[in-house]
């Protein structure tokens, strides 16, 4: 079982940066596949990022790539995603999530443990 906790979100500027961190708990948490997702009020859930462990390949959403990055630090049992140049349509709630084996890293049912979210919101 392994349990997630996000911080880090908040109200940013256009522009602006933030970093959003995840905490996972349980010896198994450093072997698996973490991922960052977001949704807005009225939309599905989206993908941002995941970051695989065995073979360290890292995954990106079309609307963040160049601007989020994805790390971990196994020893912490951490996730953290860097936003940078946030716009307002990056407003969402976002979620860490985490698995042994997903089958698709882009997909959210793919994902069996999940954190409570934390709100980012950005003002233009």
């Known amino acids: 079982q392994v349990q997630l906790v996000e911080s880090g979100g908040g109200l940013a500027q256009a522009g602006g940066s933030l970093r959003l961190s995840c905490v996972g708990s349980?010896?198994?948490?450093?072997?698996?596949?973490l991922a960052w997702f977001r949704q807005a009020p009225g939309k599905e859930r989206e993908f941002v990022a995941a970051?695989?462990?065995?073979?360290?390949?890292?995954y990106y959403g079309d609307s963040v790539k160049g601007r989020f990055t994805i790390s971990r630090d196994s020893a912490k049992n951490m996730v953290y995603l860097q936003m940078n140049s946030l716009k307002p349509e990056d407003t969402a709630v976002y979620y860490c999530?985490?698995?042994?084996?997903?089958?698709?890293?882009?997909?959210?049912?793919?994902?069996?443990?999940w954190g409570q979210g934390t709100q980012v919101t950005v003002s233009s």
């Open positions: 999530a985490a698995d042994s084996a997903p089958r698709a890293y882009t997909v959210a049912a793919s994902y069996d443990f």
């Open positions: 970051k695989d462990w065995s073979r360290g390949s890292i």
């Open positions: 349980g010896s198994a948490f450093r072997t698996y596949a």
